[in-house]
């Protein structure tokens, strides 16, 4: 249902612009950007409702942000100024995660 893209291996101190383009229509539905690092457990980086409330986990506020379009299903998670501690797989999802899960992103920040 969920297909991420955009992933890759950057320096710290660099971007990244993930996209999540979804089958199916979820304009009703809250969204979340989620990750998973090795060996722990999976958490919502940045959500928003479907009203438009955005939040963000304080480790990526002023760093990332999350937007969407609503017609084409579309969800993208602009990341600047990335750290080794963003290392991780990246997925969209419900912020509980409801929905399948799809492949996921590879995002790699090291020097």
């Known amino acids: 249902q969920f297909v991420e893209s955009g992933g890759g291996s950057v320096q710290p101190g660099g971007s990244l612009r993930l996209s999540c383009t979804a089958s199916?229509?979820?304009?009703?539905?809250?969204m979340a950007w989620h990750r998973q690092a090795p060996g722990k457990q999976r958490e919502v980086v940045a959500s928003?409702?479907?009203?438009?409330?955005?939040d963000y986990m304080d480790s990526v506020k002023g760093r990332f942000t999350i937007s969407r379009d609503f017609a084409k299903n579309t969800f993208w998670l602009q990341m600047d100024s990335l750290k080794p501690e963003d290392t991780a797989v990246y997925y969209c999802n419900h912020p509980e995660g409801i929905f399948a899960w799809g492949q996921g992103t590879q995002v790699t920040v090291s020097s």
């Open positions: 199916g229509s979820y304009s009703e539905s809250a």
């Open positions: 928003m409702s479907r009203l438009g409330r955005i």
